[in-house]
């Protein structure tokens, strides 16, 4: 099926002006200050010190950064859909018996979140919508702008929920049981911000889904690219480890009498950063929580409850690790006379995109005059949930000093610009190609 032919729009870009139909859209660019202006909006919601925000997923702020995004894809006449955990998807255009080709990303931030992990993704989709209207431009396939409900996973582990029940990686059932950070029932969280949506998970496979984000990480600054195309993301494992001692008197207990949580904890996280080191190359670990009870000054410990982080990008690498993770626990057990329990809180594979896709990306960046190169994620992404239903890409662009998960995150507006015109043209391309 051939495109529909689109009238000469009478507004728009003036290099876009002159063209007409879908065949004649290689000169569409984004307006890069209208995006600017959409990212320093949704900033605002639940913004904290330092120009950084705080959005943890279903708390008021999610909601009021939800309901503004919705807004905005109203205001586009886009129609909307909430599905059964809050995912959000609205479509423009095409022949509705055809899959769309999605976009999209998340719109949850970590406590102490900067600007554009995850929102830009999505700000940047609503700019290609924004970009089609403005010229009349239609295309053959709809277009799909989505966000998923905690993609974090600070609040709700696993990372990455909604995209994954959206694709089928987890029922809806299991994710409203999930008990958050803060004992709350994701369930009941949901309903509390009325985003408990009517529309059925796993939802409507697309026909091929592209993520733009922030790279995260220092590579392409370092490089002086622009444009990574990103070939997949490294495997993930989180655990919450609980560490029983018993509280005891800080001044009356003999050293050789205590059962100490805290020391125990202690000592499993240097094993950690010991484990990282041994296993090497892609290997990482964090201890990024810690939570003591009763945590005084005076009173030797009776629980700590910490958490794990491993990546890798190589599977078995990763495994060796969460072994080796295994006899610190056995280790620490014996030589400091606590229980250590384990449990497992995300455990994703990692995942290789789509090699035609990666292709795409990366002739889309060269096309458009863009320097580009391919490189693997580092942090996790809700493509990696969306490749298991569909083709999967994702953008990146560079974050200045490598900084993200912190209020001074930051990426040049001509880099957001550049990767917001990949998707652009990535979309269309793909939204054009025959059925
Ligand atoms: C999500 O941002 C993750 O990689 O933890
Ligand atoms: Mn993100
Ligand atoms: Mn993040």
Not at 96 to 122: E, Q
Not at 303 to 326: H, P, Q, Y
Not at 337 to 360: E, L
């Amino acid at each position: 099926m051939s495109p529909p032919p689109a009238p000469a729009p009478e507004s728009g870009p003036d290099s876009a002006r002159a063209t007409s139909g879908a065949v004649a859209t290689h000169a569409l660019r984004i307006d890069a200050a209208r995006l600017a202006e959409r990212l320093r909006e949704l900033a605002l919601v639940g913004a904290i010190d330092g120009g950084g925000v705080c959005r943890l997923a279903l708390t008021d702020a999610d909601r009021d950064a939800r309901d503004l995004v919705i807004g905005w894809m109203r205001d586009l006449d886009m129609e909307v859909r909430i599905d059964a955990v809050g995912n959000v998807v609205a479509t423009r255009g095409g022949d509705p018996a055809l899959a769309p080709v999605m976009c999209g990303s998340h719109i949850d931030t970590v406590r102490t979140g900067g600007k554009y992990d995850g929102n830009f993704g999505v700000l940047a989709g609503l700019e290609v919508v924004e970009t089609l209207a403005a010229t009349r431009t239609d295309t053959v396939r709809p277009l799909a702008v989505a966000f998923f409900t905690d993609e974090e996973g600070a609040r709700f582990h696993p990372d990455m929920l909604g995209s994954l029940v959206y694709a089928g990686g987890m029922s809806t059932e299991t994710a409203l049981e999930l008990r958050g950070i803060d004992g709350t029932r994701l369930g009941d969280e949901l309903d509390r911000i009325g985003y408990a949506g009517s529309h059925p998970c796993p939802g409507p496979v697309p026909y091929a889904f592209v993520e733009v984000h922030i790279e995260q990480g220092p590579v392409l600054e370092a490089a002086g690219i622009t444009i990574g195309a990103v070939t997949g993301v490294q495997g993930i494992h989180w655990e919450e480890i609980t560490v029983e001692g018993r509280s005891a008197h800080a001044g009356t207990t003999p050293m050789s009498m205590r059962l100490d949580a805290v020391h125990a904890a202690a000592a499993l996280t240097m094993r950690v950063r010991e484990i990282v080191e041994t296993v090497g190359g892609s290997q990482v670990g964090t201890v990024g929580s810690f939570d003591v009870h009763p945590n005084l000054v005076n009173v030797v410990a009776a629980r700590a409850v910490i958490t794990v982080d491993l990546r890798n990008t190589d599977a078995n690498e990763l495994e060796r690790a969460i072994a080796e993770l295994g006899r610190a626990c056995t280790d620490i057990e014996r030589s400091d006379s606590v229980v250590i329990t384990r449990r497992v809180t995300a455990d994703f594979d990692p995942v290789d995109f789509d090699p035609a896709m990666v292709d795409r990306v990366e002739g889309v960046a060269t096309t458009l005059g863009l320097s580009v190169q391919r490189m693997p994620s580092g942090a996790g992404h809700d493509a990696q949930m969306l490749a298991r239903v569909c083709p999967a890409a994702m953008i990146f662009v560079p974050s200045v000093a490598g900084l993200s998960h912190n209020v001074a995150e930051h990426t040049e507006l001509d880099d957001l610009e550049a990767g917001a015109n990949v998707l652009l043209h990535t979309m269309l391309d793909l939204a054009n190609e025959a059925p």
